[in-house]
């Protein structure tokens, strides 16, 4: 398993952006699919993104598509979430999650590692 670290997390004014990073430990980091999800207070734990292993696919929520972006640096063991056009929705704890399937992403279900969670808090 890989061990996940997240940051890139604030505070910032409905409109505004955010990047959010996920460092992961291990050398095996290129043959995991990534996902983002996110937990807002008293709420589930929701999808928000999803990356293939070789960054050739990707998979979003209805509700950030066109806003987020998630993207991967193999080289350097990290997959990115860009937030633009935040809102106040959009405030939750973030985590990255790493599996081998990106199709369980697609289909809702992520079984693998996570990390510890970001905040992020936008204001209105």
């Known amino acids: 398993q890989v061990q996940l670290v997240e940051s890139g997390g604030g505070l910032v004014q409905a409109g505004g952006s955010l990047r959010l990073s996920c460092a992961a430990s291990g050398r095996t980091f290129s043959t995991y699919a990534m996902g983002w999800f996110r937990q807002a207070p008293g709420k589930e734990r929701e999808f928000v993104a999803a990356?293939?292993?070789?960054?050739?696919?990707?998979y979003y929520a209805d509700s950030v598509k066109g806003r987020f972006t998630i993207s991967r640096d193999n080289a350097k063991n990290t997959v990115y979430l860009q937030m633009n056009s935040l809102k106040p929705e959009d405030t939750a704890v973030y985590y990255c999650n790493a599996q081998r399937s990106y199709g369980d992403y697609v289909g809702g279900r992520a079984f693998g590692s996570w990390g510890q969670g970001t905040q992020v808090t936008v204001s209105s």
């Open positions: 990356i293939s292993w070789n960054g050739g696919s990707t």
